[in-house]
T-cell receptor, first 109, second 113 residues
Framework: KNEVEQSPQNLTAQEGEFITINCSYS?????LHWLQQHPGGGIVSLFM???GKKKHGRLIATINIQEKHSSLHITASHPRDSAVYIC???????????FGKGTKLSVKP | DAGVIQSPRHEVTEMGQEVTLRCKPI?????LFWYRQTMMRGLELLIY????????DSGMPEDRFSAKMPNASFSTLKIQPSEPRDSAVYFC???????????FGPGTRLTVL
């Protein structure tokens, strides 16, 4: 069993829909990252959070430490949001990231 | 700032050849990470440095892989000898502190024939 599990693996949505991607982890962590990888391959850090909720534009990330669960929400989705979204847990106080397999999101116009 | 710089962006080589990948972290960042991404295994941490010192290299697949960070602005990942199963995209990332937000380079796509 992977230490970091994401769901769903693939997600297709219509433009404007509200999207949720889930991440569960079984290890003790100090923080959790949400990353975005575009079809061109570049990886961008969206959020790093260790508690509560963070918001940036149409993106919202939440984490529940007790339940070992995090969610990434996209409001009013747009085709340009199409990408692979990856959650990564930070093990302990060190920097080593444990990655989920990613969720491939496709937003249709 | 130019961000994390990696070179080359693409590398095609033949099995048995030595491959050297290069990374320049963001100026002022103290931590540097090397990752590998394949379709089968996704993203994997290979090794990371803090203040130029290797902290954890348990992700390095085998002795054919080695990494160095001679100074704060440069790191190399070397594969010698290379094998077809090493074909992957190799990413370098840097962060201000060890557990901080990481900034990724564009990656080096390696193909070993």
């Amino acid at each position: 069993k992977n230490e970091v599990e994401q769901s769903p693996q693939n997600l297709t949505a219509q433009e404007g829909e509200f999207i949720t991607i889930n991440c569960s982890y079984s290890v003790g962590i100090s923080a959790l990252h949400w990353l975005q990888q575009h079809p061109g391959g570049g990886i961008v850090s969206l959020f790093m959070l260790s508690s509560g909720k963070k918001k940036h534009g149409r993106l919202i990330a939440t984490i529940n430490i007790q339940e070992k669960h995090s969610s990434l929400h996209i409001t009013a989705s747009h085709p340009r949001d199409s990408a692979v979204y990856i959650c990564a847990a930070v093990g302990g106080s060190q920097g080593n990231l444990i990655f989920g397999k990613g969720t491939k999101l496709s937003v249709k116009p | 700032d130019a961000g994390v710089i990696q070179s080359p962006r693409h590398e095609v080589t033949e099995m048995g050849q030595e491959v050297t990948l290069r990374c320049k972290p963001i100026s002022g960042h103290n931590s540097l990470f090397w990752y590998r991404q394949t379709m089968m295994r996704g993203l994997e941490l290979l090794i990371y440095f803090n203040n130029n010192v290797p902290i954890d290299d348990s992700g390095m697949p085998e002795d054919r892989f080695s990494a160095k960070m001679p100074n704060a602005s440069f790191s190399t990942l070397k594969i010698q000898p290379s094998e077809p199963r090493d074909s992957a995209v190799y990413f370098c990332a840097s962060s201000l502190v060890l557990s901080g937000e990481q900034f990724f380079g564009p990656g080096t796509r390696l193909t070993v024939l």
